[in-house]
């Protein structure tokens, strides 16, 4: 795979910051956009741009088949057993808020149990403890071991208590670590529970196989795997949201509606109010059709030779001083690398690396419970991908560099300074 051709289709990292060459390394963040994906969105609005399940002109009928096309090529893309299954949304967030507003108005309508992992971003906590709040529904959180790797032996104390729904995420956006989606299914099937899994940071890097992984419902944002913000997926096996009620009520939901009774479509409509963001679907299809034709493989083998550089680099680098969070690199560990400067706060690395054309995130990751489980107030993360290299990594690890330097004066001048 020539990498350097790849880095090509994405006219933002020809840029410079502070006078260097831009070195994006936040797509956990956010992923930057290739060419290809652009152009599908411009070109929407330039030629196919109407509303759609609406009109009876062929403008519509245009723009209906390009956004239906884009369901297919999304349920390709997960290899789901019908298109129906694929519900576009915002992102990974609005969709868990709609699962936990259809559950509340159902099974969950007086309350009931949830689990959720210390791991999990916020959009797959807060949700959680808004019904806690409204319905008195029982929160537990299941804990990780020292490695950042889920606690197995706590999930099944936690499925002892037969909750309703068990929710994971596949990848953490903090410590790279990829649950064991598939086994974790047929525990929670065997609890009699549901299975809702985020995977917001698993769809970038991995091949997403809803048959082969068991779970009940997934949920993805678009804008991290190359696709515009603003549009996101929420899958769910259709026997489930055949029975599920909607969250949203609006235009396009709708059978029929009169003053005392309304009748609603079928899925996906019935989960699909108001007008969608067609582009945004068109866009992530675009974007599901670039990282196939790149090939799960490849991205791989890419991204581990990157995180493998920043492992070895922060042990020979900065023995001591640089403080890695998650799995080692492996088969379980995606290229996120959250790691703490001893004695720096992250905010502190984060603009001084920035200054030398480096971004990198730093902060609680919307992660507070994490935070809290790690005894540690903030960390910086780089999540590199398709579009970086290791001379990425060691432009990073160069600018550390420059952080331990200046550091490393304050604390001579400390002393002095009282
Ligand atoms: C694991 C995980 N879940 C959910 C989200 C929320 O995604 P969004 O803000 O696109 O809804 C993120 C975003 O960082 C994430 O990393």
Redesign the pocket.
Known sequence: MDWARVRADFPILERTVHGKPLVYLDS??TSQKPRPVVRAVCDYYERLNANVHRGAYQLSEEATEAYEGARTRMARFLHASDPSEVVFVR????AINVVATSLSRERLKSGGRVVTTVME?H??IVPWQLLRADRGLAVDFVDIDEDGRLDLADLDRKLARRPDLVTV?YVS?VLGTVNPIRSIAEKVHAAGSLLLV?A??AVPHRRVDVQALGADLLVF?G??MLGPTGI?VLWARRSLLDTLPPALGGGEMIREVHQDRVAFRDPPAKFEAGTPNIAGAIGLAAAADYLDALGWEAIAEHEQRMLTRAVRRAQEDFPGRLTTYGPPPGSDREAVFAFAVDGVHAHDVASIVDAQGVAIRSGQH?AGPLMDRLKVSALSRASPYIYNSEADIDRLFDALGEVVRIFAGHERRAPVAG
């Open positions: 956990a963040a992102g990974a967030t609005e971003h959009s797959n995420t956006n985020d917001a940071q944002s804008h991290k996101g919307c």
